[in-house]
């Protein structure tokens, strides 16, 4: 899977990616997407090192240019404006980026922020001590909390799709959803009886997410790979392209289902020492750390729901298309499947931590 350190990796085919802060190897640029960087750092006004160096990314045009990260947005959204928006309303963390310049053009905006030291989390994590980890968690939850207290900017503007299919402007939060669920029936390849047990499961737990409150932030893309770690502290939290308005416990969608299959979410180079049961542990800290996150008596209703407009969103985004491959183990229509069928990794997670799952 494709990496950056603005974005995310994705369990199927990734919409939406991550630029790390640290050089990764990649083909080399071609030379306008270069020429778009010089111009971003001369339009403002920052050094222009002649070691550009490209960062890996299927989303931006990322370069690591000195102490600056430069990223470029070539779709016509001006999502790097919202970001850049988005940052200087949040509160000055050692964690928050730091946005040294943005501007630029429908089709080629940018933003640069400051480079800071560390890795990935998911890369350090592995060789961490217990001690190590347990730190780690309890800085991520204090940064998780300082966010999830920061209110929504009122002139944000709206993301024109999210991870999740859900939507506090509408009647009910899951009119997106189910919408979704019914242009899926017109697709040949999808089951619709699959496609009806979803829309089932989603009426019978709908209510749980009610009143949905959309007047805080969120981080919207909580994984390892989006944090740096420089040994002693998490010196960034990464990617900000889903932040948005929701509940707070729409948080743990994301990372339960990284904890659950952390190779999934984390570069191919480390993919392999990515281990499920070195994630064990970080569902129950943060629960530690953050006991009003899992306050809500209808906990698993709400995350049940929160899985399925994921991976129904996926599913919507990047559709089956004839002649296209099989459906792998983590293809969004098998976590359907498992989520109907036991629960899947919403149940196994809450159960293994001694939360109610009935």
């Known amino acids: 899977m494709a990496k950056d350190a603005d974005g995310r990796a994705h369990v199927s085919k990734p919409p939406h990616v991550r630029t790390f802060m640290t050089a990764v190897s990649v083909p080399s640029p071609d030379r306008f997407a270069l ?26 045009e990322v370069f690591l240019a000195g102490d600056a990260v430069v990223r470029v947005n070539r779709q016509p959204n001006q999502r790097l404006r919202r970001e850049a928006l988005l940052c200087a309303e949040l509160p000055v963390r050692t964690w928050s980026p730091r946005v040294l310049a943005s501007g630029g053009e429908v089709g080629a905006d940018y933003l640069i922020v400051a480079r800071r030291p ?7 994590w592995p060789l961490m001590t217990r001690p190590q980890r347990r730190e780690a968690i309890k800085q991520l939850s ?3 909390m300082t966010l999830h207290r920061t209110p929504r900017p009122p002139g944000l503007p709206r993301l024109d799709r999210t991870t999740h299919l859900l939507d506090a402007a509408c009647t009910s939060p ?12 017109r ?27 959309a007047s805080h932030l969120i981080h919207g893309d909580l994984t390892f790979e989006n944090m740096l770690w ?38 191919p180079d480390y993919a392999s020492s990515a281990l499920p049961e070195d994630y064990q ?36 985004t990047f559709p089956p298309q004839p002649g296209g491959p099989t459906f792998g183990p983590l293809h969004p229509i098998r976590r359907l499947e498992a989520m109907l069928h036991d629960g899947g990794h919403v149940t196994k997670t809450l159960s293994r931590i001694g939360y109610p799952t009935t």
Not at 118 to 124: D, H, I, N
Not at 197 to 207: A, F, S, W
Not at 283 to 309: D, K, N
């Open 35 to 60: 020429a778009r960087v010089r111009h971003a750092l001369r339009e403002a006004g920052l050094p222009c090192p002649d070691d550009i160096v490209p960062a890996s990314s299927t989303r931006n």
């Open 118 to 124: 560390g890795v990935p989390l998911s890369r350090a």
């Open 142 to 144: 204090a940064a998780l």
């Open 174 to 185: 899951v009119v997106p959803l189910l919408m979704a669920i019914d242009h899926l029936k």
């Open 187 to 213: 697709n040949p390849l999808v089951d619709n009886g699959l496609l009806h047990d979803i829309d089932q499961k989603v009426m019978d737990v709908g209510e749980s997410i009610r009143p949905y409150d």
């Open 230 to 267: 420089d040994g002693t502290q998490i010196t960034a939290l990464l990617d900000l392209e889903w932040c948005r308005g929701a509940p707070a416990d729409l948080d743990l969608d994301v990372l339960f289902r990284f904890c659950a299959i952390p190779s999934a979410h984390v570069a």
């Open 281 to 316: 542990c970080v569902p129950g800290w943060i629960a530690e750390e953050l006991p009003a996150l899992f306050a809500h008596p209808q906990l698993h209703e709400r995350l049940v729901l929160y899985s399925l407009a994921f991976d129904v969103s996926e599913l919507a």
